[in-house]
């Protein structure tokens, strides 16, 4: 009975690390003024009919702090990598020149940046309800095995086990939202 709880937080615990990793990368998507490649990550473009990842049709930099410089492996992806810019809906121009897609990153205003901050939150919430939920699941099944057998003392202890890494990793979670904030806030 003693592996089996032991298996379940073990795997409580990877779920909890799942979402804050989720986390970590839907921050990195949320843009906060500079250029970052990460910003076009999960950008598919079509290649030769396929739907592929903008990564892997072309080099992707940053020569400066407010520009995105695309490079395609082949010039003919030039057309395509503009049409799934703009279809991402990310509220950027690319700008094609013949050999390169530029993408010039505005300055944010007050507002955009509160909107932005509110969306990181918004995340961090999410984040928050996926560890809820698998708090819930860890202590049904702790209080599933207390009523077959399991020792109550001990499966309170376990339970306080759960409710330490649930606000050990609700700290965390709030570690990366102040810190994206204060990352979307400085001008």
């Given at each position: 009975?003693?592996?089996?709880?032991?298996?379940?937080?073990?795997?409580?615990?990877?779920?909890?690390?799942?979402?804050?990793?989720?986390?970590?990368?839907?921050?990195?998507?949320?843009?906060?003024?500079?250029?970052?490649?990460?910003?076009?990550?999960?950008?598919?473009?079509?290649?030769?009919?396929?739907?592929?990842?903008?990564?892997?049709?072309?080099?992707?930099?940053?020569?400066d702090?407010?520009?995105?410089?695309?490079?395609?492996?082949?010039?003919?992806?030039?057309?395509?990598?503009?049409?799934?810019?703009?279809?991402?809906?990310?509220?950027l121009?690319?700008?094609?020149?013949?050999?390169?897609?530029?993408?010039?990153?505005?300055t944010?205003?007050?507002?955009?940046?509160?909107?932005?901050?509110?969306?990181?939150?918004?995340?961090?919430?999410?984040?928050k309800?996926?560890?809820?939920?698998?708090?819930?699941?860890?202590?049904?099944?702790?209080?599933?095995?207390?009523?077959?057998?399991?020792?109550?003392?001990?499966?309170?202890?376990?339970?306080?086990?759960?409710?330490?890494?649930?606000?050990?990793?609700?700290?965390?979670?709030?570690?990366?939202?102040?810190?994206?904030?204060?990352?979307?806030?400085?001008?």
């Amino acid at each position: 009975m003693e592996e089996t709880i032991d298996s379940t937080l073990e795997n409580g615990k990877n779920a909890f690390d799942k979402a804050i990793i989720h986390l970590k990368n839907e921050l990195i998507k949320v843009r906060a003024g500079k250029a970052s490649p990460a910003m076009l990550n999960g950008i598919m473009v079509n290649y030769y009919g396929n739907p592929t990842k903008l990564s892997q049709v072309s080099n992707i930099s940053t020569p400066d702090a407010r520009t995105l410089s695309i490079q395609p492996w082949e010039k003919n992806m030039l057309g395509p990598i503009e049409q799934a810019i703009f279809a991402a809906n990310l509220g950027l121009t690319p700008m094609n020149d013949g050999e390169f897609v530029r993408i010039s990153i505005p300055t944010l205003t007050e507002e955009r940046r509160k909107d932005l901050a509110k969306q990181s939150k918004g995340l961090g919430e999410e984040a928050k309800i996926g560890i809820r939920n698998e708090r819930h699941k860890m202590i049904d099944f702790i209080k599933r095995e207390v009523k077959n057998g399991y020792p109550e003392d001990a499966g309170k202890r376990r339970e306080a086990e759960v409710e330490q890494l649930v606000k050990d990793y609700s700290k965390k979670i709030e570690d990366y939202l102040a810190a994206k904030e204060k990352e979307i806030m400085t001008v």
